[in-house]
């Protein structure tokens, strides 16, 4: 099955501070975020150091995974801005797909 997004919101925020991939969670400040951390949305697609960022704040967004998550599952950041199983970090979403590991791509419903 072929993965889908679907943008309802896409912003504009600060001039990233470093690279930024599409996919991946990201700062108010357009940085890579901390793990567990607040971040607005999903970077829409690349940045480079400099550009402004395109957040992705509602709707269901493609997302690199930092692990295993099961579908259903509450996700958060983790350091590199993956999405990663809720431990104790901003509940950012909820995972539509199942993933057996890092570097994969599933669709995340944004909180």
């Known amino acids: 099955m072929?993965?889908?997004?679907?943008p309802i919101l896409i912003i504009t925020i600060a001039a990233a501070a470093a690279a930024l991939s599409g996919g991946r969670f990201c700062t108010v400040a357009g940085a890579v975020p901390a793990a567990g951390a607040y971040c607005p949305g999903v970077v829409?697609?690349?940045v480079a150091v400099g550009e402004p960022v395109p957040v992705m704040t509602h709707g269901v967004a493609i997302v690199t995974t930092g692990g295993s998550i099961t579908a259903g599952a509450a996700v958060?950041?983790?350091?590199?801005g993956r999405a990663?199983?809720?431990?104790?970090?901003?509940p950012l979403g909820r995972a539509l797909d199942t993933s057996t590991g890092a570097g994969q791509e599933i669709r995340v419903t944004l909180s």
Do not use: A, P, W
């Not at 958060?76 to 590199?80: I, L, S």
């Open 44 to 46: 829409h697609e690349d």
């Open 2 to 6: 072929r993965k889908t997004e679907h």
């Open 76 to 80: 958060e950041t983790d350091n590199q």
């Open 84 to 90: 990663v199983v809720l431990n104790e970090g901003v």
